[in-house]
């Protein structure tokens, strides 16, 4: 069974609902690809005006954080229902800045990605090493760690509707990718750990994406290997060079 490469642009806490729309605008044209799912994970204040702007289009829109509780007093917090009514598929869980500068742990994560899927919200679920676990070499160990903690008690069939985005933290805006190889190497231990905890089949459905630093020049090499199905770019994504790794 094919996977579908998809191609997903982490906006971050950047774009206005105006400069959003003029960015969508500037991309329109340019993202039509039936082979690929395009989506653009927006600030929560664009949503709306994102989804109006690739409505008819083949660009699915997605979000970068949600809370667990559908309603109620959580200051400052936004819901899976609210994303849902408002045209988003996708969220990103557990990326590493939520992490790191949020605090959210993998057990936290663990029960975002179930109220995601039990929401009808399709997770991208990050996880990658730092630059000390990758130094000492017990990046597999620690990304073997996440990934079970973050798929307790998630069933197969959900699994197989899962993204899974390998962002090694090192390459996170720096400027500096991981070689094509390494990429590999973690997205193959990936799928063979998903092939572990559930079965081949499952294995053979999740998608899994590299993410950090992925650019218009380093794309097409990264897109090639066999276990990486698509990326999720942050710093591209802001620009045209985004339609370039779509058509990579
Ligand atoms: P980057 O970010 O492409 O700017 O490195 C990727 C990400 O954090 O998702």
């Known amino acids: 069974m094919a996977r579908k490469r998809i191609i997903a642009g982490n906006w971050k806490m950047n774009k206005t609902p105006e400069e959003a729309k003029a960015l969508c605008a500037d991309l329109k044209d340019l993202v039509v690809n039936d082979n690929v799912d395009v989506v653009y994970c927006v600030p929560a204040i664009d949503i709306t005006t994102v989804a109006e702007a690739v409505k008819g289009t083949n660009v699915h829109v997605g979000a970068q954080n949600f809370y667990i509780e559908d309603k109620g007093a959580f200051t400052g917090e936004i819901s899976a229902p609210m994303l849902k009514e408002a045209g988003v598929e996708y969220i990103i869980i557990g990326h590493s800045e939520r992490r790191d500068i949020f605090g959210e742990n993998d057990v936290l994560i663990n029960a975002k990605v179930k109220k995601a899927f039990a929401s009808g919200l399709k997770p991208i679920l990050c ?7 990758r130094k000492a070499g017990t990046y597999k160990e620690w990304i073997e760690r996440q990934i079970k903690w973050d798929l307790t008690d998630v069933t197969a069939d959900q699994v197989k509707n899962l993204v899974i985005a390998y962002e090694p933290i090192w390459a996170i805006g720096t400027g500096e990718t991981a070689s094509a190889d390494q990429a590999q190497e973690v997205c193959k231990l990936i799928r063979d750990l998903i092939a572990k905890l559930y079965d081949a089949d499952t294995a053979e459905a999740v998608r899994i994406q590299y993410g950090g630093s992925m650019n218009a020049g380093n794309a097409a090499e990264l897109l090639a290997k066999d276990d990486i199905d698509g990326g ?12 370039q790794i779509v058509n990579a």
């Open 127 to 133: 996880c990658g090493e730092s630059l000390a676990l």
């Open 232 to 243: 999720l770019i942050g710093g591209a994504s802001l620009k045209t060079d985004f339609a």
